[in-house]
């Protein structure tokens, strides 16, 4: 059996090499999955074979998820996969607000009809000297797949390195180096950490969570990195802490009016991702993730259903069955099956809010019109028999 793709923005051949000669493109009105980038899809009509939506990165707000879930479209990101890009300009940042790089080569380039420039370059470079990172003391505030990386790439780099997160997943605590210490409190961070960087999702408990109380805590002459979200800090008392000398340098990855231009503002056009590599990842992951959901069933990274995986499908039929999440569906579900005396080898369900995912591999023949059967349950909003 064959699958339909198509691609709504340019996506990268690294990653549609990846589909095997099974899949064909096609409009999107007939496609099995539609792969995106920031098209907005929000007044698109979806058509009916449409299973999968898979964001070539992560932000998903140019696609209507609840209308999606209601139609049985399952709709997936792909987080972490541009992390490493994030994370060589984090040190990138580190290594700007350490030694005075942008200082020295605007001096070169002022200079640059200087026929003696070599001769006086000695001279100047004395007001662009700095420090070095070795032995400084880093704070990584979140330790997921970003922070992970700053975190393990700043002890390679000789740092003393501290990680905060109250919620780490077991898949990061896994990937941590061991020499990261262990901060028990986000105030231990701001207290004793010449450098300090955030890598937290913006949420309502985080905004604004790098206060005036915070900066006051740190240091001075410590050095700020955010490479996040700009809601995360609380721009004004930055600004002051920045201009009252407090804060040595402010590496942000985000422009505002507020930050641009201040004094010790290092101020990035939101760059972390914008990296070849970083659009290859994001559309390998892509492709991973429909494959699986197409061939396999299984769900890794949606966002609007929960994440359920049962493995590689071998010689079993495996029915899987998109519903809304009330009470009771499995006992209809193995009635029916029950019914027609088919044996169910494995089977799972897991839920994520108003939605639910139930996969079922069956090791004998699934007759034809079991399918129809289940689609007749009420709250089943799609289901596939994979063969
Ligand atoms: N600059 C860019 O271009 C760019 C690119 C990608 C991602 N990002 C941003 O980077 C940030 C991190 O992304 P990620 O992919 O590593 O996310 P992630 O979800 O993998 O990790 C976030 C981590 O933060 C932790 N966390 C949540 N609340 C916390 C709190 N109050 N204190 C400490 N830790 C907390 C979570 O437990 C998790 O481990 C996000 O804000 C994301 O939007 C920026």
């Not at 590496?251 to 231009?261: K, L, M, Q, R, W």
Request: proline content about 3%; overall charge negative; some cysteine.
């Amino acid at each position: 059996m064959g699958y339909k793709y198509h691609c709504l923005n340019p996506i990268s051949e690294v990653g549609i090499q990846n589909f095997t000669e099974e899949y064909v493109p096609s409009s999107a009105e007939k496609a099995d999955a539609i792969l995106v980038r920031s098209a907005a899809m929000h007044d698109m009509e979806f058509g009916k074979e449409l299973k999968a939506i898979a964001r070539a990165g992560a932000g998903v707000n140019n696609i209507p998820l609840d209308r999606c879930a209601e139609e049985g479209i399952v709709v997936f990101n792909t987080p972490g996969a541009n992390a490493n890009g994030v994370k060589e300009l984090v040190i990138a940042g580190m290594l700007l607000a350490s030694r005075d790089i942008i200082g020295g080569i605007n001096w070169v380039q002022e200079n640059e009809e200087d026929g003696n420039i070599a001769k006086d370059a000695e001279k100047a470079k004395k007001a662009f000297a700095g420090c070095e990172l070795e032995g400084k003391k880093l704070g990584v505030i979140g330790l997921g797949a970003i922070g992970v990386l700053v975190a393990n790439a700043a002890t390679n780099l000789g740092m003393d390195v501290y990680g905060f997160d109250p919620y780490v997943s077991v898949d990061s605590a896994w990937r941590l180096s061991r020499s990261i210490r262990h901060a028990k409190t986000v105030d231990e961070i701001y207290r004793d950490c010449d450098y300090i960087s955030i890598h937290v999702p913006a949420m309502e408990s985080t905004k604004g969570m790098m206060d005036k109380n915070a900066i006051d805590l740190m240091k001075k002459d410590v050095v700020v990195l955010n490479f996040a979200r700009n809601v995360l800090v609380d721009e004004e008392a930055m600004v002051d802490a920045l201009i009252g000398g407090k804060v040595k340098h402010y590496v942000t990855d985000f422009p505002t009016p507020e930050i641009a231009g201040v004094k010790g503002a290092i101020v990035i056009p939101h760059l972390g991702a914008s990296t070849e590599e970083s659009e290859d990842n994001c559309a390998k992951m892509a492709v991973k993730e429909i494959r699986n959901f197409l061939e396999h069933g299984n769900i890794r990274h949606s966002v609007n259903y929960p994440d359920c995986d049962m493995g590689y499908r071998g010689e079993n039929t495996r029915i899987v069955l998109l519903h809304h999440n009330v009470p009771n569906m499995i006992g209809q579900f193995t009635r029916i099956l029950a019914k027609d005396n088919m044996n169910i080898a494995d089977m799972t369900n897991k839920s994520k809010g108003g939605y639910a995912y139930t996969m079922i591999d069956i090791d004998s023949e699934v007759p034809d019109g079991v399918a129809d059967d289940l689609r007749a349950v009420s709250h089943v909003l799609r289901v596939r028999v994979i063969r």
